[in-house]
């Protein structure tokens, strides 16, 4: 997954499936008309894999936007099909930077987030939870120095 000059974009995000060999067996671009990057990917013991990164589209592929860049997880089957998309944010920066399956199916993240409430806006440790069973999506945010 890589952040590539798209022709009216700030940068979406493809992911591919190759064979063995390297060869394409498919292609896929998410992204809408601002930057949209991955940083992560998992693979689910149920087939299919999830991506988390961030967002700063509101259009195109991505179904909303709540302030500068928002958590972005989403779901696809092994095909490609994106089954779900799930975004996360306030009026400041919130981004995933990495995450994992639970041994339940439940997908965890770590990132990170500008907290209003420090006064400064620094950035601050964002940890989330995704459940599919209980579709809720949790986030905390760390407050640091």
Same mark, same amino acid.
């Given at each position: 997954?890589?952040?590539?000059?798209?022709?009216?974009?700030? /940068?979406?995000? +493809? +992911? %591919?499936?190759?064979?063995? $060999?390297?060869? %394409?067996?498919?292609?896929?671009t998410v992204?809408?008309?601002?930057?949209? !990057? @991955? !940083?992560?990917?998992?693979?689910?013991?149920? /087939?299919?894999?999830?991506?988390?990164?961030?967002?700063?589209? /509101?259009?195109?592929?991505?179904?909303?936007?709540?302030?500068?860049?928002? $958590? %972005?997880?989403?779901?696809?089957s092994t095909?490609?099909?994106?089954?779900?998309?799930? $975004? !996360?944010?306030?009026? %400041?920066?919130?981004?995933?930077?990495?995450?994992? +399956?639970?041994?339940?199916? /439940?997908?965890?993240?770590?990132g990170s *987030?500008?907290?209003?409430?420090?006064?400064?806006?620094?950035?601050?440790?964002?940890? *989330?939870?995704?459940?599919? @069973?209980?579709?809720?999506?949790? +986030?905390?945010?760390?407050? $640091?120095?």
């Open positions: 997954m890589i952040p590539p000059e798209v022709p009216g974009s700030e /940068g979406d995000v +493809i +992911i %591919l499936k190759l064979d063995p $060999t390297g060869s %394409l067996i498919w292609e896929k992204g809408g008309s601002q930057r949209d !990057y @991955a !940083y992560s990917v998992d693979f689910l013991n149920s /087939g299919g894999f999830v991506i988390g990164g961030f967002s700063e589209s /509101g259009d195109g592929a991505i179904d909303q936007n709540n302030g500068s860049s928002d $958590t %972005l997880l989403m779901k696809f095909d490609g099909i994106e089954l779900w998309q799930k $975004t !996360y944010g306030g009026s %400041l920066s919130e981004n995933i930077h990495s995450i994992g +399956i639970s041994g339940s199916g /439940g997908i965890f993240g770590v *987030m500008q907290n209003p409430l420090s006064g400064n806006n620094d950035l601050d440790i964002l940890l *989330m939870r995704y459940d599919e @069973a209980e579709p809720i999506l949790v +986030i905390h945010g760390i407050l $640091t120095d």
